[in-house]
């Protein structure tokens, strides 16, 4: 009687929420599944799109799963896992987002039943892991290498590539045209193939198939001065000026307290000020410099004395233009005029200012240091640019994982298939709890199929019955056929992907999937501005 009467020992403050067991590890599962069920519907080539508007009434409409994930704004703080993944997945690869969210579900899924069953979660995550571990070792084994001695084909492989990692975007049907740009931007590049040497520019209006790629730098034109129409447009090899310095006068107000006692003494600062400005001016056209380039503004007097001398100024210019200028013209981002040597200008063989759509660009052709490119693309809708530009960024991710790793597997839903098969078969080598779990990681890896089956309008039951079997056979690259509405070998299809895109992805799923069965208790902080409920009256 005693004991029951001892008071209750509270560690935590008042209102704080705490949920553990079986039960927690449920509801984290389930609260998962809400998320993998939003973005279910856009994988694959016949994958729906999403539209968004967030906070501020910005409109996005996307089919990238790590864009969308990233606009939900999910607060659940266990599916926010997957949002993780699907941002790793964006950063390591390029591709694959919607595929890695979609097995991390998966996973859990087929997990869920054994965790109600009373099956420890550890052993779960132990059977996860090791069928993780057979799966990545299956597709090494797998995977077809491609010579890098025959340009030809490598390029032919690239293609490919970008090809089948645009099916599933908004601009599937221009995807050669893009396909073939990406790749030769891509191999504009130099050995280390610095994604930030890929400028991107939009400029609405025009076709689709109006975009172009520029072998050089190119930046939209900045705020001009009078005097700027006078200067030249088109220049062959000149020489070009990068600074960081304002070539404008200042209002006195602005800069210092000046005490005068007469007229004379206030003209002789201005001409000061003035004699300042036009030997910084002199000291630039002296150095043979055709182009000089700013990012700080170039004021009105600046302009008319370039214009005057035959010279191309611009003032305003993004740091992130600068730099890529400097990076492939050569030369530095200079802060003083004073001792300008030739190594400090870059070059180029052609500059040319010339009009696209209502935009005029700058474009800096032929740098010799490094290797760079610009895309301009056109487009009637700002959404619909804003997704081709998300569009051809997954496919240079793609192609240039491609290019370091020379090895692809059919996509399609061939390999998940291959893969699934080949696990079953080690399942029925082990005793015990594990046969079961991985038999049912292996059913898992036929979400992908599946999913394509659903979302392109097919009978999903009557074609993995297809696979299974041309699979059972020794078929290993059968995979779905969206046109033909049936199976197809995709190898011979030339439906290639990467295969770092795989293992990348069922090493984030299985991770995430682990991460999420291994809590048990969450335990959330009340806000501070938290106060308990009063007592009810009379107690």
């Known amino acids: 009687m005693m004991r029951s009467l001892q008071p209750q020992i509270i560690l935590l403050k008042e209102g704080t929420d705490t949920s553990q067991g079986k039960a927690q590890i449920v509801s984290n599962i389930n609260a998962c599944q809400m998320v993998v069920e939003a973005i279910r519907t856009t994988l ?14 910005k409109v996005t409409i996307s089919n990238d799963g790590a864009t969308i994930l990233a606009l939900l704004d999910i607060v659940h703080p266990a599916a926010k896992t997957l949002v993780d993944i699907a ?33 420890n979660p550890q052993v779960i995550i132990r059977s996860y892991r090791k069928a993780t571990a057979f799966a990545i070792k299956k597709i090494r084994e797998l995977e077809v290498k491609v010579k890098k001695d025959d340009p030809e084909e490598q390029r032919q492989l690239l293609k490919k590539c970008a ?39 939009k400029v609405t209006g025009g076709s689709i198939t109006d975009s172009q790629l520029v072998k050089g730098v190119a ?45 004379e003494e206030y003209q002789k600062i201005v001409d000061a000020e003035w004699g300042i400005l036009y030997d910084k001016l002199d000291k630039m056209v002296q150095s043979g410099a055709k182009i000089i380039l700013s990012k700080l503004p170039i004021g009105d007097v600046a302009t008319q004395y370039f214009a005057d001398r035959d010279v191309f100024c611009a003032g305003r210019v993004t740091q992130e233009d600068l730099n890529r200028t400097v990076k492939a013209c050569g030369g530095t ?43 301009i693309l056109r487009g009637g809708a700002e959404q619909f640019i804003d997704e081709t530009e998300r569009s051809l960024h997954d496919a240079i991710m793609i192609v240039r994982r491609a290019l370091k790793n020379d090895s692809v597997v059919a ?27 991985i038999t049912a990681y292996a059913k898992a890896l036929e979400v992908i199929p599946r999913q394509l089956c659903d979302n392109a309008g097919f009978d999903a039951t009557t074609i993995l019955n297809k696979l299974r079997q041309r699979h059972a056979k020794g078929d290993r690259w059968m995979g779905m056929d969206i046109v033909s509405q049936d199976i197809t070998d995709n190898f011979e ?39 308990p409920p009063k007592p009810m009256p009379g107690m």
């Open 44 to 57: 694959g080539p016949r994958g729906m799109d999403k539209l968004i508007v967030d906070s501020k009434e």
């Open 411 to 437: 996509g399609g839903g061939a390999i998940e298939m291959e893969l699934s098969k080949e696990l079953r078969n080690y399942a029925k080598t082990i005793h015990g709890k594990e046969q079961l779990l």
């Open 493 to 531: 299809a030339c439906v290639w992907e990467p295969s770092i895109v795989k293992r990348n992805a069922l090493t984030a799923a299985c991770e995430a999937c682990c991460t999420i069965l291994s809590i048990d208790e969450t335990i959330k902080n009340p806000n501070s501005n938290y106060k």
């Open 333 to 375: 981002i200079l802060t003083t005029v004073n001792d300008i040597k030739p190594n400090d200008m870059g070059e180029c063989d052609a500059f040319e200012e010339v009009q696209i759509g209502n935009e005029r660009y700058n474009m800096f052709k032929g740098c010799p240091k490094a290797k760079t490119c610009t895309l």
């Open 87 to 119: 941002k790793s997945q964006d950063a390591e690869v390029g591709d694959g987002t919607t595929t890695v969210t979609l097995l991390a579900g998966e996973f859990m899924k087929q997990a869920k039943p054994y965790i109600e069953d009373g099956i």
């Open 163 to 201: 090809a089948t990692s645009m099916c599933s975007k908004l601009i599937a049907y221009n995807k050669d045209f893009f396909s073939d740009m990406v790749v030769d931007a891509v191999m504009c590049l130099d050995h280390l193939l610095p994604l930030n040497m890929i400028g991107i520019k």
């Open 219 to 263: 930046f939209k034109k900045t705020f001009s001065y009078a005097g700027f129409e006078m200067q030249p447009k088109n220049y062959q090899k000149p020489k070009i000026l990068c600074l960081n310095i304002e070539l404008e006068l200042k209002a006195e107000r602005d800069n210092a307290e000046c005490r005068i006692n007469n007229v």
